[in-house]
């Protein structure tokens, strides 16, 4: 029992932590004609708290409850993991990634995310709008344009053949490789970096 | 039996959406909170919920994100082969019916802006609730933010291109 409890400590490797996350996709099916999709919440949260009239959320969000109570979840999961499941050692990160980004300004490699950046002291900073306010709302505002994330488009759509959501996939890493590789390093040097 | 396929998806309703047919209600809904349970604990023991794994995988210097992604997607399609083909049913026995996504140009403008949001907060929007889980509360300020952008979107969703 120690010795699985010590393997699940340890961070999961991607051939087991892929499937698993793969078998979500008949398990909401199967469940209940579910399909896998988690941007949604967003946009159920705002059907519900400030619909404002707009057409966009006019719906039936109740009958969306469990896409809620399944976000609910991962956050739960989120604490669970990190308080009885957490791996003591530091991430270990690619060398050429760790090259990179102390050359950006990053200092500190302890934990999953950066504490140079994801602190509260950064919030009413040039830091703070950029990576929260500014990058929180592009995640916001894309995934519901585009009518899906990771997981409605890259791992639900493709896997049911949809090649709208192979489009959408590609345009995702697309941005993502503009925003690295193009726009970050300036970010990084204007907030002060 | 066939499982019916090709149901127009609805643009006023949501992408994914619910096809069941018969209500659920409290501890039935709850079997969605025990997967999203399971689901947040994999994503933070395998580290996806990570902005630095995130960098590395839009910097291609490490294969584990593309690793998880490929394998997720590589189930996922046989599993939705296998209950097409075999017929499988619900839990309560209706038949499991998938809505397909139409092409907008929203997936490719809307794509480009949320790939750059992905790499600048290092999450999407399943992992910023694990964050947020996993002790980085300031992350419920992008959270707001992502809700914001999500409202901003719908008030102004028939005057963009689409």
């Known amino acids: 029992m120690e010795q699985l409890i010590e393997w699940i400590r340890q961070p999961w490797p991607w051939y087991v932590a892929g499937p698993l996350i793969g078998l979500t996709v008949p398990a909401l099916l199967i469940i209940g004609n579910k399909s896998f999709g988690i941007s949604s919440s967003l946009r159920h949260a705002c059907a519900a708290c400030i619909p404002a009239k707009i057409p966009f959320f006019q719906y039936d969000w109740k009958k969306e409850i469990w896409n809620i109570l399944f976000v609910t979840g991962i956050f739960l999961g989120g604490i669970i993991a990190s308080v009885f499941l957490s791996n003591p050692d530091a991430i270990v990160l690619a060398e050429s990634t760790q090259q990179d980004l102390i050359q950006l300004g990053i200092t500190d490699f302890r934990n999953l995310l950066p504490a140079d950046i994801f602190s509260w002291s950064n919030l009413f900073t040039l830091k703070g709008l950029f990576f929260f306010v500014i990058g929180g709302f592009l995640v916001g505002f894309g995934t519901r344009y585009a009518g899906g994330c990771t997981s409605g488009h890259a791992i639900m759509g493709i896997s049911n053949l949809q090649w709208p959501s192979l489009v959408a996939t590609i345009f995702f890493m697309l941005g993502g490789f503009v925003m690295t590789h193009l726009i970050l390093p300036h970010i990084m040097a204007f907030v002060g970096f | ?162």
């Open chain 2, 1 to 162: 039996m066939k499982v019916k396929e090709n149901i127009p998806a609805n643009p006023v309703e949501c992408e994914a959406p619910n096809m069941g047919k018969s209500g659920e209600s409290g501890w039935k809904l709850m079997r969605y909170l025990v997967v999203g349970v399971l689901f947040g604990i994999i994503f933070v023991k395998a580290e996806v919920i990570s902005w630095f794994r995130i960098q590395e995988m839009f910097r291609l210097q490490s294969f584990f994100m593309y690793g998880v992604i490929g394998s997720a997607i590589l189930v996922g399609l046989i599993s939705i082969q296998l209950i097409k083909r075999l017929g499988i049913k619900t839990l309560g026995g209706e038949p499991i019916r998938i809505a397909d996504k139409e092409f907008r140009k929203g997936q490719i403008i809307g794509g480009f802006i949320f790939g750059l949001g992905w790499a600048l907060t290092g999450a999407c929007p399943g992992p910023l609730f694990a964050q947020i889980g996993s002790g980085f509360s300031v992350v419920v300020v992008t959270l707001l933010s992502a809700i914001a952008g999500t409202w901003v979107y719908g008030k102004y969703a028939d005057k963009l291109p689409n």
